[in-house]
C-alpha cells in the first residue's frame, strides 16, 4: 500500500492544543469576499466569528502574491475546484501544500467565491482534525490559492481497500478498534464544526485520513455549507463522471454516502443530521467492508440513498462478528427522517465510545482467560506426566475461571472438551468410588431378576416327580442347591449387598447347581447349554470384573469337566456306555419314560432359551442405553468449540 500525502485530497492536519469559542461564518457573496475577521456578541451569549469589513474584488492585487516566499517541488493531486502542489515555505523553511485555483474555472465568480470560502471555513475552524490554512493569495496567472500544513497518511478508504485484500500491515496497523476509535475523533470534529455553523455535506472515507503517530484528518471542506448562506440552486449530475466522487459546480456531495435530504436536492434541509448519515455509511463499510448503497450507476445509489435503504451490518458480513450495539448504532445515523438520526455527532461519538468501552473490558477480560487457560494446559500436562489428581483438580479450576471470564474463548472450550472427552479409563479414587456405587445399583436390579430366572426352574420338578425317581438324595440335593440360588439372589436385591465379594460367594452354590443337572442325562447334555448361559447372564448382568469373570469361566467349566472326569475315573457311576454303535445314557436321578423324558427335555431347552435371552438382554439394553448417553453426551460437548477444534480433536 502507498503511503499518501494529505495533501491529495486538497488539504492537511494541524495539530493545536488551544481551546475554541463556538462561532458562526456569514455568508460569503459570489461578488467579492470579505476580509477582516472580529469577534462579535450575539443575542445568545454565544461568540460568533463573522467575517466582516470592506468588500474587495474576487480578483485579488498584487500584493496577495507569494512567488518571492514559495518555491514549488511538485504536484500533489487535482480536485474538483484545484490543484494541490508541494512548495518550500523560504521564509519559515518547511514543506507547505498549497491550493490553487484550476485556471479554467478561476474566472467564474461563483466558484471563485466557493474556492475562496472553502478557505476560510478551514482557516477557522481551529481544530486538531481539521487542517489549518496559513496564507490566502494570488498565483502567477492570477488565480487564487491558499497554503495549508503538509503531512502524509493513509485515508480511510486506502485502509479498507488493504483490509479488503487481506494486506497484513494494514490489517495488523489498523485493527477494527482503531478504526472506531478514529471514527469517533471525526465525529468530534465534525460535532466541532456544526457547533460553529458548518456542515461538512461531503463525508466519506477517502476525505478521513489516519496519520502514523494517532492523527485523525477530517479533508476537503470545499463544499462545506455554513450557516445562514445560500448555496444556489443544488443541482445532481447524474452522469457516469460523477460516480467516482464530488464533482465541482454538478453534485455537492459523494452518492453512496450524501443524506436523503441531500439527495433529493432539499438545500434548505441539510443540517448537522446530514453529516451525521454520512458517518453511519462510513461505520457501515469499517464494519463490512462493503458500501452500504450498491449500484453500478450514480442513479442507481441515488435511488438507494432516496428510498432509504437501511440494513444491519451483521447480516451483511455474519462472518465478522459484529456486535448488536454497533448494529444499532449504523441502523440510528442512516435513518431515512433527520429528526430519528442521533441528535448530534457528538451523541454519536459517545455511543462508539459506549460501545468501545465495553469492548476494552471485554479485551481484558479475555487476556486474563487466556492466562487461566494456559495455566490449565500446563497442569493438565502435568497430571498427564503422573503428577496426580491434584493437578488434574488444579487444571479443570483453571478451566473454569478462564470460561468464567470468556465464555466463548476457543482455547479453553477446546480444552475443556479434550478433558471430558479423554479416552483414558483411569479414574481419580472419589470417582472410581462413585463409579462402583452405581455397578451396585445395577447389580441390585440384576439379582432381583436372577432370582426370578432361578423361580421359573422349579417348573421342571413337577415333571421329575412325575417320572420314577432313583435317587431322592440327588433330587433334593438339585432342589436345595436351585433354592440357595434363589434365595442368595432374593437377599442381594432385598438388602442392596451386591458387590463383586458377596457376587462371588454364590458361585460354588451356582456352578455346584448346574453339575448336579448331569445327574439327569449326563455331564455332556443339557449342562454345557444351561452352564454357558447361567456364565454369560452372570458376566453381563452381574457387571463381573476382571476377577470375577475368570472365577465365572473355571466355574462353568468345572461344572462340566469335574464330573466327566470323576466318571472316567470311576469315581462317579458312568453316564453313558456305548453298544452296537449306540449311546446310551444312563440317568442317576430319574427314570426316562419316553413321554416325560421328551417333555422334560423341551421345557429345559425352552427355559434356557429363555432366561437367557431375558438376563441377557437386560444387560445388553442398559449397556445400550449407558452407551447412547456417553455418545450423546460427547456430542453436546463436540458443540461447545467451533469446527477446526472438533476436527483436531
Keep these: 500500500m502507498t503511503r499518501r500525502d494529505s495533501s491529495d485530497d486538497e488539504t492537511l492536519h494541524v495539530e493545536k492544543t488551544e481551546r475554541y469559542e463556538p462561532l458562526d461564518a456569514s455568508p ?84 471563485r467565491a466557493r474556492f475562496l470560502r472553502e478557505a476560510r471555513i478551514q482557516a477557522q475552524l481551529e481544530h486538531p482534525s481539521v487542517v489549518p490554512v496559513y496564507d490566502l493569495g494570488v498565483g502567477e496567472a492570477g488565480q487564487p490559492l491558499f497554503t495549508m500544513k503538509r503531512v502524509k497518511g493513509l485515508t480511510l478508504e486506502e485502509i479498507f481497500d488493504g483490509h479488503r485484500l487481506g494486506d497484513a500491515a494494514l490489517l495488523n496497523n489498523y485493527s477494527r478498534r482503531q478504526l472506531l476509535s478514529a471514527l469517533a475523533r471525526v465525529c468530534l470534529a465534525v460535532s466541532f464544526a456544526h457547533d460553529r455553523g458548518v ?118 458480513a455474519p462472518e465478522r462478528g459484529i456486535a448488536p450495539e454497533l448494529d444499532q448504532i449504523v441502523l440510528t445515523a442512516t435513518e431515512l427522517d433527520p429528526v430519528a438520526r442521533f441528535s448530534s455527532a457528538r451523541a454519536m461519538n459517545d455511543a462508539i465510545e459506549r460501545y468501545l468501552d465495553g469492548e476494552r473490558d471485554l479485551e481484558q477480560r479475555r487476556e486474563r482467560a487466556q492466562r487461566h487457560t494456559l495455566n490449565a494446559q500446563l497442569a493438565l500436562a502435568h497430571a498427564m506426566s503422573g503428577a496426580g489428581e491434584a493437578e488434574r483438580a488444579r487444571g479443570m479450576r483453571e478451566l473454569s475461571l478462564a470460561l468464567a471470564l470468556d465464555p466463548s474463548h476457543e482455547g479453553a472450550m477446546a480444552t475443556l472438551t479434550r478433558v471430558l472427552l479423554d479416552p483414558s479409563t483411569e479414574l481419580p479414587p472419589e470417582a472410581e468410588a462413585e463409579l462402583m456405587e452405581v455397578n451396585r445399583l445395577d447389580r441390585v436390579q440384576a439379582a432381583r431378576a436372577i432370582a426370578i430366572g432361578y423361580a421359573v426352574w422349579f417348573l421342571v420338578f413337577p415333571l421329575m416327580l412325575l417320572m420314577e425317581i432313583r435317587s431322592w438324595p440327588l433330587l433334593l440335593t438339585t432342589g436345595g442347591l436351585l433354592t440357595a440360588q434363589l434365595a442368595t439372589m432374593m437377599w442381594m436385591s432385598i438388602t442392596g449387598n451386591a458387590t463383586p465379594r458377596y457376587v462371588r460367594w454364590t458361585f460354588p ?76 445314557i444312563h440317568p442317576a436321578m430319574v427314570e426316562l419314560p419316553p413321554t416325560y423324558t421328551l417333555l422334560l427335555l423341551g421345557v429345559m431347552s425352552v427355559l434356557t432359551v429363555m432366561t437367557g435371552n431375558a438376563l441377557v438382554g437386560r444387560g445388553v439394553q442398559a449397556l445400550t442405553a449407558a452407551e447412547r448417553r456417553i455418545f450423546a453426551h460427547a456430542w453436546r460437548l463436540r458443540q461447545l468449540v467451533p469446527q477446526n477444534e472438533r476436527s483436531n480433536s
Excluded at 39 to 59: E, H, M, N, Y
Excluded at 260 to 278: F, K, L, T
Excluded at 280 to 295: M, N, Q, V
Excluded at 573 to 583: C, D, V
Design 199 to 316: 456542515v461538512h455535506r461531503d463525508l466519506k472515507p477517502a476525505n478521513i485520513m489516519l496519520g502514523d503517530y494517532g492523527e485523525v484528518n477530517v479533508l476537503d471542506w470545499g463544499v462545506a455549507k455554513v450557516r445562514g448562506s445560500s448555496d444556489g440552486p443544488m443541482s445532481i449530475d447524474t452522469g457516469e463522471g460523477a460516480l467516482a466522487g464530488t464533482q465541482a459546480g454538478a453534485i455537492l456531495g459523494t452518492p453512496g454516502f450524501m443524506a436523503p435530504e441531500q439527495a433529493r436536492g432539499e438545500i434548505s434541509a441539510v443540517s448537522a443530521q446530514s453529516d451525521i448519515y454520512s458517518l453511519g455509511c462510513i461505520l457501515f463499510e469499517l464494519l463490512t467492508l462493503e458500501p452500504l448503497h450498491r449500484g453500478e450507476t450514480v442513479q442507481a445509489l441515488l435511488l438507494s440513498v432516496v428510498a432509504g435503504h437501511q440494513e444491519r451490518p451483521s447480516e451483511r
Design 28 to 111: 460569503v457573496s459570489s461578488e467579492g469576499e470579505t476580509i477582516a475577521v472580529m469577534s462579535a456578541s450575539t443575542p445568545s451569549g454565544r461568540r460568533d466569528l463573522v467575517l466582516s469589513g470592506p468588500k474587495v474584488s474576487a480578483q485579488l492585487g498584487d500584493e496577495g502574491r507569494f512567488d518571492s516566499r514559495y518555491a514549488k517541488r511538485r504536484t500533489l493531486g487535482v480536485g474538483g475546484m484545484g490543484v494541490v502542489q508541494l512548495h518550500h515555505d523560504q521564509w519559515v523553511g518547511r514543506e507547505v501544500a498549497v491550493k490553487v485555483m484550476r485556471p479554467d474555472i478561476a474566472e467564474n465568480p461563483s466558484a
Design 509 to 584: 452354590t451356582t456352578f455346584l447347581a448346574v453339575a448336579s443337572l448331569g445327574a439327569l442325562f449326563g455331564p455332556l447334555f443339557v449342562v454345557p447349554g444351561v452352564a454357558a448361559v447361567n456364565a454369560a447372564v452372570m458376566m453381563v448382568s452381574l457387571r463381573a470384573n476382571a476377577i470375577t469373570r475368570r472365577g465365572i469361566m473355571i466355574g462353568s467349566i468345572a461344572a462340566i469337566v469335574l464330573p466327566f472326569v470323576l466318571q472316567l475315573a470311576g469315581v462317579l457311576p458312568a453316564s453313558y456306555s456305548f453298544e452296537a454303535g449306540l449311546m446310551r
